[in-house]
């Protein structure tokens, strides 16, 4: 159990998706695994709330700990290793319903894609992030597949730089033509005309639309509406949390100063330089163009477009 | 010679003031060291074409040796010693006209920073970019010397991180309370309300006002602008170039992408991946609060406050 918690909290594991499943199969572990003389319930209840700990921002863990608590209620009766196989065949049923969002995102975005298009996106939404084909990435991968895409413009994603250790690596893997920029310099390939749609991903979408993403999402819209650039946000349904008003509720996660003090582990600062490292950022629904679902795309007012989304 | 252009080139000696004055003490080591077969004017050109040659985007650098061929011109008759004595007389008086330049300025822009002000600036811009106080890191330690300053937000300037590796070390000398952030840290930050006024230096001004300084400045720039804070530009007169209409006309460089994809000489990025690499972005003067001179504080429309200020 600690080594699923510490891979989440390290990062290890990331991506709000993969964070979701790797919380669904952490569970099995901490009632399988857990303390014989303790009911299986209650080892289910540690173990979530060790998870639950371990990252804020993301919805997609909150959301699988639910799920999982009530196949684990209502199977608890038949003892431990009863909760731990009902709750597996649930990770194995959430894993595969991300694997079938995450085709249907990417067929439904790739056709906002024309032609030629530079496509700029940021942090790591592709496999490595869902266990599916990707959010954000698995629209581009999409998209190249059906020849509509140019290049992809990669956003380097300090501190933790996602983007050149994680997507440049998988773009490079499908050959998907790429160049990677630090993250300021969105502003100066838009002014350039160098970019024709943004496509990122998101931790928690709130019920109006506003998104939390990966830290330099936000100054990517506020960019991307002064320059008429098209602005996406590809996420399962699982990301948008309809009991978070707006953006202004989304707890943001701020991580060790010292990511944004050292890189890989060497220092690229003064000794004892204080930092301050929001994780993420929150883009207000106005700036969001659509959001690309399993359930198609949702366009503004979002309130209303999420709420029909949503309906079971 | 070969030294003085290299250190230009590899950022030993970087920003816009402090590249003209290793520039005007490069020229007199060019005229003084040259090949003795060589009249002096032609050993002077030789420098200046090496010189010119390192980085294309600061005008410091070609509007200092611009004046020192007006100094070689009419020493060249007394012979190479002659010119290279009045060479290094015109260095020695450019470094105390900034140094001059840099305490007014500094006077001038502290007046801007209201008592608690949480001050955001990009790069370095103090003592180790003109060889005086700084430009806007001049302001900044003068604002808090006059006590109306709150603490500084310092972004990290990716790719070659001169905030986290010069100005944390400068305000840390100096004991002003900073906190680095990533450069994708700004939005939130500016969102957060934590920013009341934003301070950077220039490499290039152009006529009408527009600004070409480190990349990222443009995005910060659209930020303050989006949440009304204000940003100001502090530089020098020799940074405004006259014969630059608008921004449209600066030569942006381009540097090695291995800059990007390596932090401290450590890949950060699969082998091959492919970056860019714009080492400077274009503010348009219309996001542009004032610039803070030694002449003054000019402000919209730049076009005449900028002739205004350079009438000579």
Chains 1, 2 share one sequence.
């Not at 209650?42 to 998870?51: G, I, K, Q």
């Not at 709750?87 to 694997?99: D, I, M, V």
Request: hydrophobic share 45%; proline share 6%; charged share 20%.
């Amino acid at each position: 159990m600690e080594d699923v918690a510490d891979a989440i909290r390290r990062l290890a594991v990331r991506g709000a998706p993969a964070i979701g499943l790797a919380a669904s199969y952490g569970l099995v572990v901490g009632v399988r695994a857990g303390d014989p003389s303790v009911p299986p319930l209650e080892r289910f209840e540690r173990a979530a709330r060790l998870l639950q700990s371990t990252r804020p921002t993301a919805v997609n863990l909150r959301w699988a700990i639910e799920l999982a608590r009530s196949v684990a209620e209502t199977s608890a009766d038949g003892g431990a290793e009863a909760t731990a196989a009902a709750l597996l065949e649930l990770a194995e049923r959430l894993a595969e319903r991300q694997r079938a969002a995450d085709l249907r995102i990417a067929e439904i975005g790739a056709e906002l894609v024309e032609p030629g298009d530079r496509v700029l996106t940021h942090c790591n939404t592709g496999p490595l992030a869902t266990g599916g084909a990707g959010t954000a990435g698995g629209v581009i991968a999409a998209a190249w597949d059906a020849g509509h895409l140019g290049q992809v413009w990669v956003g380097e994603t300090r501190p933790l730089l996602q983007g050149s250790r994680l997507t440049a690596w998988e773009l490079g893997q499908a050959g998907i033509p790429f160049r990677l920029v630090t993250d300021a310099s969105v502003g100066t390939l838009m002014a350039r005309g160098l970019v024709d749609r943004v496509v990122v991903g998101a931790d928690r979408i709130a019920a109006n639309g506003d998104v939390a993403n990966k830290i330099g999402t936000y100054s990517i819209a506020v960019l991307a509406s002064r320059h008429g650039v098209p602005f996406y946000v590809a996420a399962p349904l699982s990301t948008i949390d309809p009991a978070t008003a707006t953006g202004a509720e989304i707890e943001i996660e701020e991580r060790d100063p010292s990511e944004v003090t050292h890189v890989l582990g060497r220092a690229v600062a003064p000794d004892g330089a204080p930092a301050a490292n929001f994780a993420f950022d929150v883009t207000p629904a106005e700036l969001v163009t659509a959001i690309v679902t399993e359930a198609g795309l949702l366009h503004p007012p979002y309130e209303t477009s999420i709420a029909e989304a949503l309906r079971p």
